[in-house]
């Protein structure tokens, strides 16, 4: 598989993800909130995290339009540092006491993201 190829996989997966999450977060806030067992006394954070999910999903839609390095480079980029200070956050989150298993699946998800990243840096630098 060549890079734009990949480059492409991974900017669709991301959005489609993001998206999916986004919207979820934004309009079915409380009840996601409940099932993963996230505080639900202020619901703006969550939509709010999920206004930023839509963003970072959408960036990857316009980096997956631009297939030349210099005009996504940016992009790429941003993803990678938004992407590994989540983890870093997540993680910490999950060794807090009482915080539900399912942040695993946020953190595995995060990683995931955070190497196809790196990995498409690493091809087009």
């Not at 989540?86 to 699946?105: H, S």
């Not at 993201?113 to 498409?120: E, G, L």
């Amino acid at each position: 598989m060549d890079k734009e190829r990949f480059l492409e996989i991974v900017c669709f997966v991301h959005a489609f993800v993001a998206a999916v999450f986004g919207i979820i977060f934004i309009f079915f806030t409380e009840g996601f909130l409940i099932i993963i067992a996230w505080p639900t006394t202020d619901v703006t954070l969550g939509r709010l995290f999920g206004a930023a999910l839509i963003g970072f999903g959408f960036s990857s839609i316009i980096a997956w339009k631009r297939v030349d390095w210099e005009k996504l480079q940016i992009v790429v980029e941003m993803e990678i540092v938004w992407i590994t200070i989540a983890i870093v956050i997540l993680i910490i989150g999950a060794f807090t006491p009482g915080y539900p298993i399912i942040i695993w699946l946020f953190i595995i998800m995060f990683i995931l993201f955070d190497v196809a990243f790196m990995y498409v840096y690493y091809l087009f630098r």
